[in-house]
Every structure is written in structure tokens, then in C-alpha cells.
């Protein structure tokens, strides 16, 4: 007779590599601050052109396509099924933008969706006390407290199809060689279109460190407002939330209800106004025959799960 083991759903970090990650991640959003700082100063000081805005704006949009159709809709989800290469690309993209490693995201999500704004979630906002003050500690901690939490999901039960792929391993432990990528790709494409260091300069200011902080910030908003402020348009067992402003700002993420109702659907927005660019993107791969088998509800199912 064999018997199993269990593994345990969270895994906590002995105390060094709690304190190393930590210190990363603070690190991370104080250096990414301060890029983003100095990109607003020089915005509001008119030393801004268009390779500038250019950068950030081109960067901006692989590190959320890497998130929303790579990280969340394809790894976490299956809501599509694509090529290897495709694969490794978006895998890349997303570790670009400073939200964790592939597996790390992929565990974190998974385990998200499993116990919703309920004890085990790893980042509700409605775990924290209630009135005034446990809506701010709730948003605070759904939005960036929940990162310096030792107790994390553990992969080998959330994740454990992406540690059996082979590419997948390589890439999440090159974690921090994508991270610099991200940072190194704008500061070349400023110095070659500008042909001057001034350009490497901006480039590494606005396409990365200026991009690095809108990526990691404008994603966990989801974590955080993503959960309080907005509509209910499908019936869901949490308080996640529709939001057309977050939705713009992270290629349909915001229709976070939405995505609660339908986890395994590409396609966030289910009404014809609901701006999705995520699911537009892998609408163009579906096009050119680099997507397949593009998982979406029916009308039917919409109209059943309707919030009244």
C-alpha cells in the first residue's frame, strides 16, 4: 500500500529569505519611485518629447500584456492555448514587469481565486476590521502589505503544472535577468533613436524605472480597488468589483467581477462598451494562428449569472 502526502496549502519562508525578500521588494518600489518620481518632474517641467513618452508608453503595454494575457489569462487560467514560443515570450513580459516570477504569480493567483475575500486569500482587502480604519489597513495590505508576508501559497499545490514545464523553471529563475532586461531594453532604444547618452538616460527613466512603478502599482490596484470600489454585473461568491477606470488602465483587468464570474474566459469585458485590450491582443494572435481553442462565455451563461 502507498500513501500521499499532502502538501501543506502555504509554505512559509525560513527567517533569511523572509528578510532577503523583504528587502527586495522594498528596495524595488523605493527605486522604482524615485524613477517615476523624476520622470513627473521633468513632465511637469517641460523636459519631456516624444521618446520619452514613446518608451513608457510601448513598455507600459508589453509589461501589461505580459500580466494580463501571459500571467493571468494563459498560466494561471488555460483560457487559451498558443505555441511555445508564444509561451516563453509572454512568460518574459510579464517578469518584466515586476509583479514576481511566472510560478510565484501563477501559485499567488490561483490560491486568489480559490478562497476569495475569505480567510486564505492572500491579498483580500476585507480581512482587516471593519470601518474607516479596516478599509485603509484592508486596502493597504490588498494593495502592497500582503507582499512582505512570509506565508505565501505554496506552488507545489497551486502551481505545480508550472514547475513541471521545463521552460517554465528556466525563466522564473532567471527572475531578476528579466527584471534588468525590462530595464535595459528602454535605455537602449533611447540612446540608438536619440544617438546620445542623455537618450540611454530617459529611456532608462521613463521606459523603465517610470514604467517598472506604473506596471507594479496599476496591477495590485486590482488586489486592492479591485475589491471595493465599483459595480457587481456578475453573481460571484466575493466583492470583487467592475471598474472601467482600472480596466483602462490595465488592458481590461478592471473588469474584475466579470473575471470572477467567468475565471477560465480570455475575454474580461462580456458587454460590447467593456474596453478589453488583453483579449483584443489575443483576438490578433487567434487571427494569425497563434492562439486556438479562445475559451469565452456564451450568451447563455452570461445571462444566467447576471447580478439582478
Known amino acids: 500500500m502507498t500513501s500521499s ?4 496549502s502555504f509554505s512559509v519562508s525560513s527567517a533569511s529569505l523572509g528578510k532577503i525578500k523583504r528587502r527586495f521588494i522594498l528596495s524595488l518600489s523605493l527605486v522604482s519611485l524615485l524613477g517615476f518620481s523624476t ?10 518629447g516624444i521618446l520619452e513618452i514613446g518608451l513608457f508608453l510601448f513598455m507600459s503595454a508589453c509589461s501589461a500584456i505580459g500580466i494580463t494575457v501571459g ?3 494563459y498560466f494561471s487560467h488555460k483560457a487559451f492555448k498558443t505555441n511555445p514560443i508564444i509561451e516563453v515570450i509572454l512568460a518574459i513580459l510579464g517578469s518584466m514587469a515586476g509583479q514576481g516570477s511566472v510560478t510565484s504569480w501563477v501559485s499567488v493567483h490561483r490560491c486568489h481565486h480559490k478562497y476569495s475575500d ?3 486569500d492572500p491579498h483580500s482587502p476585507h480581512l482587516h476590521g471593519k470601518g474607516l480604519k479596516g478599509i485603509l489597513l484592508g486596502l493597504w495590505y490588498a494593495h502592497l502589505g ?10 507545489l499545490v497551486f502551481a505545480k503544472d508550472m514547475i513541471q514545464d521545463r521552460k517554465m523553471v528556466i525563466i522564473n529563475r532567471l527572475y531578476i535577468f528579466w527584471l534588468a532586461l525590462g530595464l535595459f531594453i528602454p535605455a537602449l532604444l533611447g540612446g540608438l533613436l536619440s544617438g546620445s547618452w542623455h537618450g540611454v538616460f530617459q529611456g532608462f527613466i521613463w521606459g523603465g524605472m517610470a514604467r517598472l512603478f506604473w ?4 496591477g495590485y490596484t486590482i488586489n486592492s480597488f479591485g475589491h471595493v470600489f465599483g459595480k457587481t454585473f456578475i453573481k460571484s461568491d466575493d466583492n470583487s468589483k467592475n471598474n472601467l477606470l482600472l480596466a483602462l488602465l490595465t488592458f481590461g483587468e478592471g473588469w474584475h467581477n466579470n473575471h470572477h464570474g467567468f475565471p477560465h474566459s480570455a475575454k474580461f469585458g462580456l458587454k460590447w462598451w467593456q474596453i478589453d485590450l488583453g483579449y483584443w491582443f489575443i483576438k490578433v494572435l487567434q487571427w494569425i494562428g497563434l492562439a486556438w481553442e479562445v475559451k469565452i462565455p456564451s450568451h447563455e451563461m452570461i445571462e444566467a449569472k447576471k447580478s439582478v
Open 118 to 120: 475569505q480567510p486564505g
Open 71 to 73: 500571467f493571468h489569462r
Open 5 to 8: 502526502i499532502v502538501q501543506p
Open 215 to 218: 506596471s507594479f502599482h496599476s
Open 146 to 155: 500582503w507582499l512582505f508576508n512570509d506565508e505565501l501559497p505554496n506552488s
Open 39 to 48: 520622470a513627473m518632474y521633468q513632465l511637469f517641467t517641460g523636459k519631456v
